[in-house]
């Protein structure tokens, strides 16, 4: 991502969520997006867990916020989930 002309202006924190999942509402973060001017979005989360490899959850989160970027005209650049110093990239793994 260095060859990227770009500059972070906003990171927030969703929520915390239950032991085994949170509840993402893709509206909110595409209103913070819009609000803030943002041409791209990545957005990331952690696995508590330690299983690096996305669910079927995360599959239908990353699909849904492609979809809302979409048609707002934002660039979804990466979701990318962090766990025990490892990350898996949706879009390094040709997933976007």
Do not use: W
């Amino acid at each position: 991502m260095s060859c990227l002309n770009s500059e972070l202006f906003a990171f927030f924190f969703r929520d915390h969520g239950r032991i085994s999942e949170v509840s993402v509402d893709i509206r909110i973060i595409l209103k913070k997006a819009i609000l803030n001017n943002a041409t791209v979005i990545a957005f990331c989360h952690n696995h508590p867990s330690g299983n690096i490899r996305p669910s079927m959850v995360d599959d239908k989160l990353t699909q849904s916020l492609k979809k809302g970027c979409d048609l707002m005209r934002i660039h979804f650049l990466d979701h990318v989930i962090v766990c025990d110093g490892q990350y898996y990239s949706y879009h390094e793994n040709g997933r976007l």
